[in-house]
């Protein structure tokens, strides 16, 4: 049987706990946890009448629009690069599916890829990856699993990175993401980046595998995060240009035209508009970065006093601190685990959050993933003002 979404799981245990009249603090769920940005509904609501069906890669006018925000980002994009897609999370199926082959992925690496390989009926290939290491494994260390792993009969076709990393929150170095990217293309690997947190970066320079590998990087994201759209589902791939890229597309577009036939039409209009960037998305787009950027930090200074072991937070508004140093003090009060520390702070203390082994880590491992960004209030109101005061 297919587990529920990790991520989902908790918000849903959250809310019913809440609907149960507790009081919960919840740092579980990596929803962006900001209001509407100016405008959008507006577009929104022009577009109401737009009732019918699409290409099912969108429309040209919102691939242009996804062609030119690539452009602006330094990776020269056509149009016909371009698939929308009703969130990143199906599109991310749809490209495994497309690529085919087994799944290498770093550990700990974002709930839904084991998941959904697992849907597919692919191997997942694991390489544990240090948490000052930005999700993106040691060079070596991948050479050495990709060869175990042939060895052992899979047929490794796909490395999935996400940059920025979730749930670390933090972003690697370019040389390592182009280290990666040359063993990959040693191994006849395509690369997947899911860059949906690219957009949030607090300064550092994202290092999209785009630029290292072009012929066969998939780049994803979408508008969940930096916008705060996750209700909305507006998710969009860049294609390499290139002959791999086209059989890709084909390929692409066959499962998108089975499984969502195209994005709904009025978002395709309210992505079109956001990403032009009009002024004042990009002016909500920086204050909600800074909010991020600065409520992360706070809480990455109060983790540390907690005395785990936690990295700054460089991008999006994760953390994941380490229990370790903690192990004796946790163990007297009966926790051991990941998922039992995650268990106790809930239970006890009414604070939900992800435990390690939701991202693919041993539970032996103290690990949590810390969200920040539902901390700016469970109002409409409060979010409101949370963002004003960055402006
Ligand atoms: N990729 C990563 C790393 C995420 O954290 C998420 C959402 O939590 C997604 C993809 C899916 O985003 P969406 O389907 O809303 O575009």
Redesign the pocket.
């Given at each position: 049987m297919t587990t529920h979404s990790a991520?989902l799981a908790i918000d849903e245990a959250v809310q019913a706990r809440r609907a149960a009249g507790h009081d919960v603090l919840h740092l579980g769920f990596?929803e962006a946890g900001l209001p509407v940005p100016p405008g959008l509904a507006e577009v929104l609501a022009d577009a109401h009448s737009s009732n019918g069906y699409g290409p099912v890669a969108g429309s040209p006018r919102a691939r242009t629009a996804a062609a030119g925000w690539f452009a602006r980002r330094g990776l020269p994009t056509e149009p016909d690069q371009v698939l929308f897609a009703p969130?990143?999370?199906p599109l991310?199926f749809a490209l495994l599916a497309a690529i085919g082959g087994d799944v290498v992925l770093p550990r700990p690496a974002?709930v839904s890829y084991a998941a959904q390989a697992a849907l597919l009926g692919r191997r997942v290939v694991s390489v544990p990856v240090p948490a000052e290491a930005g999700g993106i494994p040691d060079p070596e260390r991948l050479a050495a699993e990709l060869g175990r792993a042939a060895a052992a009969g899979a047929r490794p076709g796909v490395l999935v990175l996400?940059v920025p990393d979730?749930p670390t929150g933090t972003i690697a170095p370019a040389e390592q993401v182009a280290a990666v990217c040359r063993i990959a293309e040693r191994h006849g690997l395509a690369v997947v980046s899911?860059e949906?947190y690219a957009e949030l970066s607090h300064g550092g320079a994202v290092p999209s595998p785009a630029r290292y590998l072009p012929e066969r990087t998939v780049v994803t994201t979408?508008l969940?995060k930096s916008l705060a759209l996750?209700g909305w589902?507006i998710?969009f791939a860049r294609l390499p240009a290139g002959g791999w890229g086209r059989r890709l597309r084909q390929e692409l577009t066959g499962v998108a035209s089975e499984i969502w036939s195209s994005l709904a039409a009025p978002m395709q209009a309210v992505a079109a508009h956001a990403l032009d960037e009009p002024p004042e998305i990009t002016a909500h787009v920086a204050a909600s970065r800074r909010l991020h950027g600065r409520v992360a930090r706070e809480a990455h200074g109060l983790l540390q006093l907690a005395g785990a072991d936690c990295r700054r937070p460089q991008a999006g508004f994760y953390l994941y601190p380490d229990f370790a140093p903690v192990r004796g003090a946790l163990s007297a009060r009966g926790i051991t685990t990941g998922s039992g520390l995650a268990a106790a702070l809930l239970d006890r203390h009414g604070v939900a959050t992800l435990p390690g082994s939701a991202f693919g880590e041993p539970d032996t491992a103290l690990t949590l993933r810390i969200a920040t960004s539902l901390l700016y209030g469970t109002t409409a109101r409060q979010r409101h003002a949370a963002l004003a005061a960055e402006e």
């Open positions: 991520t990596g969130g990143s999370k991310l974002w996400t979730n899911d949906i979408g969940s996750g589902r998710g």
